[in-house]
């Protein structure tokens, strides 16, 4: 029943609203959708959306076929190809007009790992052999142009001078280095190593598992640390729940993927108990909040956050054998069905409940952090590890 109602929902409701979302005058999907599903035909499109967009067409694709599937992964990567990429310079812009012309001609690393995530996936729904030549080539900029002796930096000018991050730093400080970044480095890596096995990238995932094992990961506290000085020193007491669950199957899925015996039995017990403290901390039996500061929880219900916690805790009951974890994965998504879920016709999920369900209603539907990625993906991951459930 837990599988047959994702799946449902994946199929009758988030891929229908995502198609809606095609924009066919002036290429990739519509940038905006108010909470009173007022549709902003004019907003800019976020190139993090249109990359995580057609990722999810394209494994919508691989999961399901279909034509319309992949005629949606195909407009969504002709997007992504001709309108996000700098010709120029290299590299993925932050944000475009609804035209398709550059808005915010930022270089971010994050940006630049989604836009690998998206090509992978475009890869290997089509075996379209260029999306892979762009996608080592992404992986190329990343490592010339976006790390230093420590790791992986932030934010660049078009032409990859570093800037101050104001993107992915929040919570009153500016971050010269975040977890969030090198999570979805490493995510797009493991995608990218799974469908080319080149060397460098393998060697760059197992710097990055170092990174994390020695500078992001709290042993004493069991958690990641957030947000970080230029030699990985954190700047904030904040627990990122959300982040600590997702990093917990992401890493897993990247130590099977890489398949360093050795690696594996170092990193899995970080994984293990990174799994173990946010069922700890964060969930109450039903559902998970979002983070802690300096030791006042934030109770808030974020989508993305409900989504990986349900693959989190699936990925750790099948790790440890552990019931209740089981049982956590099922809790949340029946609150996820009957209160992040929105039953409004033409709509997908709430972006934010309250604990008890209770949607913000200053909080858009479609905006270019909201998308397909995080439900679809845990819909994904459920279908996908369906035999075990």
């Known amino acids: 029943m837990f599988v047959e109602e994702i799946k449902k929902d994946l199929i009758e409701d988030i891929i229908p609203f995502w198609e809606g979302l095609k924009d066919d005058d002036n290429g990739g999907f519509y940038g905006y959708l108010s909470y009173d599903l007022e549709l902003n035909k004019e907003a800019e499109k976020g190139c993090i959306l249109n990359s995580r967009i057609t990722w999810f067409f394209a494994n919508a694709y691989i999961h399901l076929k279909g034509?319309?599937?992949?005629?949606?992964a195909k407009h969504g990567y002709k997007f992504m190809t001709e309108k996000c990429f700098d010709g120029e310079n290299g590299g993925v812009f932050w944000s475009l007009d609804y035209k398709g012309n550059p808005l915010d001609t930022t270089k971010h690393t994050y940006n630049q790992a989604f836009a690998i995530y998206a090509l992978c996936a475009y890869y290997e729904a089509t075996k379209e052999t260029v999306a892979l030549d762009k996608a080592l080539e992404l992986f190329r900029i990343i490592e010339d142009k976006c790390t230093d002796e420590y790791g992986y930096l932030e934010a660049f000018t078009i032409d990859f001078k570093p800037e101050s991050n104001e993107k992915l730093s929040e919570n009153g400080v500016m971050a010269e280095k975040t977890m969030n970044t090198l999570l979805h480095v490493l995510e797009g890596y493991t995608q990218l190593y799974k469908v080319s096995k080149d060397n460098e990238v393998l060697?760059?995932?197992n710097r990055i598992m170092e990174i994390i094992e020695k500078h992001i990961y709290n042993p004493k506290l069991k958690r990641q640390e957030v947000f970080f000085d230029k030699k990985y020193n954190s700047i904030?007491?904040?627990h990122s729940f959300g982040h600590d669950i997702e990093t917990a199957w992401l890493v897993d899925r990247a130590l099977e993927i890489v398949g360093d015996n050795k690696l594996t039995e170092r990193i899995s017990n970080i994984t293990k108990a990174l799994a173990y403290k946010t069922y700890?901390?964060?969930?109450?039996?039903?559902?998970?909040?979002?983070?802690?500061?300096?030791?006042?929880?934030?109770?808030?219900?974020?989508?993305?956050?409900?989504?990986?916690?349900?693959?989190g805790f699936i990925n750790a009951w099948q790790k440890t054998g552990d019931i209740k974890f089981l049982e956590a994965a099922k809790a949340e998504w029946n609150f996820i069905k009957e209160n992040v879920i929105d039953k409004r016709s033409g709509s997908e999920w709430y972006w934010e409940v309250d604990a008890d369900?209770?949607?913000?209603?200053?909080?858009?539907?479609?905006?270019?952090?909201?998308?397909?990625?995080?439900?679809?993906?845990?819909?994904?991951?459920?279908?996908?590890?369906?035999?075990?459930?």
């Open 203 to 205: 060697k760059c995932i």
């Open 67 to 72: 034509k319309k599937l992949l005629d949606c």
């Open 357 to 389: 369900g209770k949607p913000f209603a200053d909080r858009p539907i479609v905006e270019p952090w909201k998308c397909p990625y995080h439900n679809g993906r845990m819909c994904f991951e459920i279908m996908d590890r369906a035999k075990s459930l």
């Open 280 to 311: 700890e901390v964060a969930f109450n039996g039903h559902s998970f909040a979002n983070e802690c500061e300096k030791g006042v929880v934030n109770e808030h219900r974020i989508w993305w956050v409900q989504a990986e916690a349900v693959v």
């Open 236 to 238: 904030l007491d904040l």
